[in-house]
């Protein structure tokens, strides 16, 4: 990394210190909640079966790999994205066995489908709060219910804890979104002003081209 990128990324930094509040609220207002998937189809109030909780708990999952892994595409290996996505799979593989101890298909992963891609870093950090926020409330929905095998409610006991921990890092790294945002925006606006200089030198030049300036 440059010296000069390292400059505006710190710089972006000390401006975002000072406009985290106002970014973090917009960002999270970006936030597309996609409908029948996963948790969107948990209320709080809601008791479910023990295929529901499994198909929508593992939907939940799939969807929040295929987001982390879309941003991941679009701005590069960005923490703590390229760790956590990781912890997804880790995630899908938990619940997995349960599908078959308890005779229930498997639902095909098709959360591509669903994923929007949000338009910045501080964007896609509040896309992490507020997945994780709901991931963690199906859990907490399913972990009410009384009936719950034992088997299962160590696994959704295991992934709550998770997606807690997961709320703290993408809520702990919003700060360093927006600063990075703010500084790839000077940076561009600096490459931008430049280009347009050396355009104007060029021009400069050409308009010299032919004359003898004595």
Not at 56 to 79: C, P, R
Request: net charge negative; with cysteine; proline share 2%.
């Amino acid at each position: 990394m440059s010296k000069k990128t390292v400059f505006f990324i710190f710089l972006g930094l000390i401006i975002g210190s000072f406009v985290f509040v106002g970014i973090g609220v917009n960002a999270s207002s970006e936030y597309v909640e996609v409908e029948n998937y996963g948790a969107t189809l948990v209320s709080t109030d809601g008791v479910y079966t023990l295929e529901e909780m499994l198909t929508y708990a593992i939907q939940d999952e799939y969807l929040a790999q295929a987001t982390y892994h879309a941003i991941i595409e679009a701005y590069g290996d960005v923490k703590p994205f390229s760790r956590i996505v990781l912890a997804e799979q880790t995630h899908i593989d938990l619940l997995l066995p349960l599908f078959e101890t308890y005779g229930i298909e498997v639902p095909v992963n098709d959360a591509a489908q669903y994923v929007v891609l949000p338009d910045s870093i501080s964007s896609a950090l509040a896309t992490g709060v507020e997945a994780e926020t709901a991931n963690i409330a199906l859990y907490e929905t399913f972990l009410a219910q009384t009936d719950l095998p034992d088997d299962v409610r160590a696994v959704f006991e295991s992934l709550q804890t998770a997606s807690e921990h997961h709320l703290k890092a993408f809520s702990r790294d919003r700060l360093l979104g927006a600063g990075y945002d703010l500084g790839q925006m000077i940076k561009n606006q600096f490459k931008k002003g430049s280009g347009q200089g050396n355009k104007g030198s060029n021009n400069q030049g050409q308009s010299n081209q032919g004359f003898c300036l004595n």
